[in-house]
């Protein structure tokens, strides 16, 4: 047989898999089990017809992907965070960061997003993030004044902190997919995670200069119950600085930080009083339930990836692109409008789990002018940025879908019209930290 043919066969088969899995998709079919599918697929008529190497990748690959040490870190963290929300944590920094910004114009909505920030070091996940700052900070923003649109905006881009901040598990995710170290892609996102903070917080400033009506003010807080508040989240900073500053120092693996991470934030809800036989059932099953939806991903994206190693598109990609005599830079921005746009459509979790495979070897192949690690840490955080800011970005922005969901009262579309100044600060960052990369790896060693 012709193995050019098979080749040229294979490749077909790889470039055809995408509108079908597209198309699965827009048909409601879970992510995990649509990459699965199209994995199953596209192996058994790579293989000609022939299923005994198809069952001998289902044994070896779910194997391999659920026994994985490097996975043990995912439900640690999810852990941490089920704790986090289910503890009350998130209550205490928003009441800290409002007694000491809630006097000022806009801000309450300031101290969501500083809470927001706070809560993203312990929790790791945006749409948890937006979720559990909502029932906390909500009330809070109508009851002095806010708009619906204004309030409803806030939230959905300060829940975007949670996984830029570290520890953040699609961060884990990406260092598992390109071979990356975890402690230096943590640290490479923090200078980002804060200047997204502080950006969401100008725009904040902003806004309430051009729409005055749109948010109230109410009474200073006396200074020692501002200490006070401020005292009440101590917790926080020290699960911090323990985990994410233990594991830069190599007191222990992330691994095994994270298991420290999530044994702090039990005891501190435990010291606290706010965890009980019925929180921590909840917790465990919280966890339970988000470890398998993700491990599912990941197994149905490991059987699609494989497939497309198999079928030489990234490979072919990757030639193709680099032979073209385009600009690094230009292949750069092209990708990055490509995550923007079809992280409207999908979350997080699934556009890494799926496009990496295929953009990182391009990437990997041109020349930025800095070391191959360098240059894998720093695609990697403009990606996880660019994927998140999709997450508020109308129509279909996933954040923007959760926070409305809580508030039935603020129409849409005032949500898209407030939301709007958050993108384009989002905007301002992605040209910032392509445009100067020493930003994102200036805290790293070398």
Known sequence: MNTGAIDVTNLELGFWSFPVLLI???LRAPIGLAMLLCGFG????????????LLAKLKSETYTTFSSYSLSIIPMFLLMGQFATLSGMSSKLFRAAESFLGHRRGGVAMAAVGACAGFGAICGSSLATAATMSKVALPELRRYGYSGGFSTATLAAGGTLGILIPPSVILVIYAILTEQNIAKLFLAAFIPGILAALGYIATISLYVRLHPEAAGTRAPVPMRERFSALADTWPVLVIFVVVVGGIYAGWFTPTEGSAIGAAGTGLAALLAGSL????????????AKTTAMIFFIVLGAGFYNGFLALSGVPQFMAEWVTTQGYAPLTVLIVILIFYLIFGCLMDSLSMILLTVPIFFPVISAMDFGMSPEHLAIWFGILVLIVVEVGLITPPVGMNLFIINSMDRDTPMKETYKAVMYFVGSDMARVVLLVAFPAITLFLLPG
């Open 276 to 287: 009980n036989w019925a929180v921590l059932r909840d917790s465990l099953l919280g966890t």
């Open 24 to 26: 699965m998709v827009f």
């Open 42 to 53: 596209g192996w058994y008529l790579a293989m000609g017809g022939n299923p005994t190497p």
